[in-house]
């Protein structure tokens, strides 16, 4: 029947250069690959040297002439739902194929904006699963910045995180003192904060006239101080 076959993924037992009627060859796929593709398919399969001198992989009766089975990589299927990320959704994968996983505008893997942590290969193992898949993170912007008469959490912020500044008393946004005393910011998905606000000094008007003295006709804002001018003979 001359020489068995050369089969890629698998392993030939026993090995001979030839084989005569009524020898067989014992293939067996190498780890990761089986004849139909699935993890826990057939590994093992036999080629026949018959009377006519051909040759046959099928355990068929009587045996017919067919060409050998071949070793597939086995199926890990698709890849498996990740939250904040993309990735090809409609391929089937196999062993020792690596699909990328692209994490989504203001996620990586590890909370940094580092370009090699926006995405990661996945490889389909041989026992047709998947390695453990990564979490794509809310990027980190850090601490909130200061701002001056103003107060907030110091705790580090994430992506779409929201912090409230508290105004010191005798501020506002408007300079009205019922005016807003409270903003807010958030965490962006470059890592970086929104604009903030300026407290500003509420406005106390222009000081009250008093009888027998002068004064400016400014207006002033908190903590300003109004100067007095007795008049002659007070």
Not at 60 to 72: A, Q, W
Not at 129 to 138: L, Q, R
Request: a negative charge.
């Amino acid at each position: 029947c001359g020489p068995p076959p050369v089969i890629k993924h698998a392993d030939m037992s026993p090995a001979r250069q030839e084989i005569v009627f009524p020898q067989k060859e014992t293939f067996t796929c190498e780890e990761g690959y089986a004849t139909d593709s699935q993890a826990d398919g057939v590994k093992d399969f036999d080629i026949h040297c018959q009377a006519d001198g051909t040759q046959t992989s099928h355990q068929t009766v009587p045996l017919v002439s067919e060409p050998p089975l071949p070793c597939l990589p086995v199926e890990c299927g698709h890849v498996p739902s990740h939250d904040h990320a993309t990735w090809d959704e409609s391929t089937i994968f196999v062993y020792l194929e690596k699909p990328k996983v692209k994490c989504n505008e203001g996620y990586s893997l590890d909370e940094t904006m580092s370009p090699a942590a926006k995405w990661y290969e996945l490889s389909c193992l041989s026992d047709g699963t998947y390695e453990e898949p990564k979490t794509c993170k809310n990027v980190k912007c850090g601490t909130a910045p200061e701002v001056e008469h103003a107060s907030r959490t110091e705790d580090d912020q994430f992506y779409l995180d929201k912090i409230e500044y508290t105004l010191d008393r005798g501020y506002t946004l408007d300079q009205e003192p019922d005016g807003p005393s409270t903003f807010e910011i958030e965490c962006k998905s470059d890592a970086t904060f929104s604009s903030t606000k300026e407290p500003k000094p509420v406005t106390c008007r222009a000081a009250p006239a008093r009888e027998h003295a002068t004064t400016s006709d400014a207006e002033y804002t908190f903590q300003q101080k109004a100067l007095y001018t007795c008049l002659n003979g007070y």
